[in-house]
């Protein structure tokens, strides 16, 4: 990303805020009609891709210095405007047209065709070529598919029907994902650019470090915990592992962890930020306009397997504590607990925007009012009181955010597109019903490993649209309820970056901790693997969304619990000491079962948790 300066960065910062004080008011007094509101959003961040990212890309986390924008970055910017006032100016006339009927003008058609080419290279500069490949074939294969090949051989399409697809309705670029950018995603980014300048997301580490830091492995703890919190705010892995790890991986090595096992333990607390309510990043608003649900129901569903995950990972960091005899921090290296407790009401944003969310508020209102309270929690303390210039350098940090979100949901939008115009989801369909040969667990693995390779090479919201567009109709056709359905392909499409060859949570890890990608990546996938368990579980047993009535939302707490302590001890070999291979494939066993949907099973599993548990660790039996 170029770091701009001079003139230049200041007229830049007046076009962001002016950017973010638009998605502001429209928040507050309403948005625009849909079509619009997004047209005018991608309008605004398009310039940005072309400004802020330079032709020949950039490596992750590497920032690039460049005072002189070239003249050719100039002239995209401008050119990528001029779609979208087109819109704005004749918005009337193209609401008014009827779609396959009334032609599509020359203008129309050079300038949709126009936004598809700058669209795609803006794609391959913010986001990464394989979105930008894959988003190219699935807009050609609007055009070429009837060339195809076999199962592959599509419809024929005039240009003329592409471009309308694209460009003038609200089923290509401008299609529920980039709606979702143009509302939610923009709010809640400059929320969270208000919880860093305000001091709340620096006491979230103040809070990890106090209460975790001096039990064993504190350290780790402080990295499970302050990601937890982090990444349920920034709902982006790699930015999370780099905005912690730099502090948390060298404390977990100082006191004695392994660096690759240090680099494991934050990549799994930063991608498991993406579950965790309450915002989870795009993916989830993203999710529940799909079903056509309110976000507190995404939010009631994800928060069950939220925490089994992150307390299987922190009681495994608690294991390995235990299991290689190390420390925590020393009391005097940490915020002092009462001093921590006092600034308690630093938390109440968060537990503002919660309560909104759970009541039924929007979540632009919701977010909007948790800007207020980030804004009134700074006033207390001197240090981080929040005057106008902290107010518009917060709106600033967090509309400056957007192009990679906006950019990954337009390009994704292309994709949608396709889909829909073309009918390929059902040659999909078709082919995983054939793979799966009609057994829906293994329809659930197919789809699983398609998410998992679309996981690995796209960003995680971009990854979900794809694999929800392509494999929700294929589970919803086996039975599979539309929730469970769209949650199993999200868990996958996160857990991606966790996930050896490309695991790009893990690798990001593992260049703080000076270890080896593959094997922090394996060791990650071994901290993480409830989230690779938990989305069949759910799938077929719906109190673990806790959507099966309280009787049964109760049975599947239980088992989660009895799981998540059978498959720790199972993955470290520890209980209170060391046991044998044989135990710890009993412990396996025994955590499927803890999930298995069979009331009987369930009960068995965790029964027989808590006897195996209090044997072993008596060392009643060897």
């Not at 020393?330 to 002092?336: R, T």
Request: hydrophobic fraction near 55%.
């Amino acid at each position: 990303m170029r770091k701009l300066q001079g003139t230049t960065a200041k007229l830049f910062y007046l076009y962001v805020l002016a950017m973010g004080f638009f998605h502001l008011y429209t928040a507050l007094f309403g948005t625009y009609e849909a079509y619009l509101q997004r047209a005018i959003h991608l309008t605004w961040v398009l310039p940005m891709a072309f400004i802020l990212y330079p032709i020949g890309g950039k490596k992750e986390g590497q920032e690039l210095t460049d005072n002189s924008i070239p003249w050719y970055d100039w002239i995209l910017a401008a050119a990528s405007l001029a779609p979208g006032i087109y819109i704005m100016a004749n918005y009337t006339d193209i609401t008014y047209r009827m779609a396959q009927v009334d032609p599509v003008t020359t203008a129309q058609l050079i300038l949709g065709s126009l936004l598809t080419v700058l669209l795609l290279e803006a794609t391959r500069r913010v986001v990464g070529l394989p979105l930008a490949l894959i988003a190219a074939f699935f807009t050609a294969y609007m055009y070429y598919g009837n060339y195809m090949p076999g199962i592959m051989k599509g419809l024929s399409f005039s240009f003329h029907e592409v471009i309308e697809q694209i460009y003038l309705i609200d089923e290509g670029i401008f299609s529920i994902p980039l709606g979702v950018s143009a509302t939610f995603v923009m709010i809640f980014l400059i929320f969270g650019g208000f919880l860093e300048k305000s001091g709340v997301g620096a006491y979230f580490m103040e809070f990890a470090q106090a209460f975790t830091g001096t039990s064993p492995g504190g350290p780790a703890k402080i990295a499970v915990v302050s990601s937890a919190l982090f990444g349920s705010i920034s709902g982006a892995a790699v930015a999370n592992v780099y905005g912690t790890g730099t502090f948390t991986i060298p404390l977990m090595k100082r006191i004695g962890y392994p660096p690759f096992f240090a680099g494991a333990v934050e990549a799994v607390a930063s991608t498991g930020g993406q579950i965790m309510p309450p915002i989870m990043g795009a993916g989830a608003f993203i999710m529940a306009s799909f079903l056509g649900e309110q976000f507190r129901t995404i939010m009631i569903a994800a928060v069950l397997p939220a925490l089994l995950y992150y307390s299987a990972v922190l009681l495994m960091v608690h294991l390995g504590a235990l299991k290689n005899n190390l420390k925590g921090l020393s009391p005097e290296d940490l915020p002092d607990k009462k001093v921590v407790i006092k600034k308690l009401y630093m938390m109440s944003p968060i537990a503002v925007l919660i309560y909104l969310l759970l009541t039924g508020y929007t979540p632009m209102l919701a977010a909007v009012i948790g800007i207020g309270a980030a804004w009134l929690v700074s006033m207390p303390n001197k240090e981080t009181r929040m005057g106008p210039k902290a107010i518009l350098d917060a709106v600033y940090t967090g509309a400056k955010n957007i192009p990679v979100v906006c950019i990954a949901c337009a390009a994704a939008g292309l994709v949608v597109g396709s889909v829909s115009l073309t009918g390929i989801g059902f040659k999909f369909v078709g082919l995983v019903f054939s793979l799966a040969n009609g057994a829906p667990f293994i329809a659930l693995i197919l789809i699983a490993l398609v998410s998992l390779v679309l996981g690995m090479g796209l960003p995680t919201t971009s990854a979900y649209i794809l694999g929800a567009a392509l494999g929700v109709p294929a589970l919803a056709k086996l039975g599979f309820d539309p929730l469970a359905a769209h949650m199993f392909v999200f868990y996958f499409a996160i857990v991606s970056n966790i996930t050896p060859p490309v695991a790009l949570a893990a690798y990001a890890a593992s260049s703080i901790a000076d270890a080896s990608p593959n094997k922090t990546g394996f060791q990650a996938m071994k901290l993480g693997i409830l989230a690779f368990i938990i989305p069949f579980a759910f799938c077929y047993d719906q109190g673990l969304l806790l959507s099966a009535g309280l009787t049964n939302n109760v049975i599947s707490v239980l088992g989660g619990i009895g799981a998540l302590f059978s498959m720790g001890y199972s993955m470290l070999a520890y209980t209170n000491h060391r046991i044998h291979q044989w135990q710890r494939a009993v412990f396996l066993v025994v955590g499927v079962a803890c999930l298995w949907p069979m009331f009987t099973v369930k009960i068995a599993g965790v029964i027989a948790t808590i006897v195996f548990g209090w044997l072993w660790r008596a060392k009643i039996i060897n």
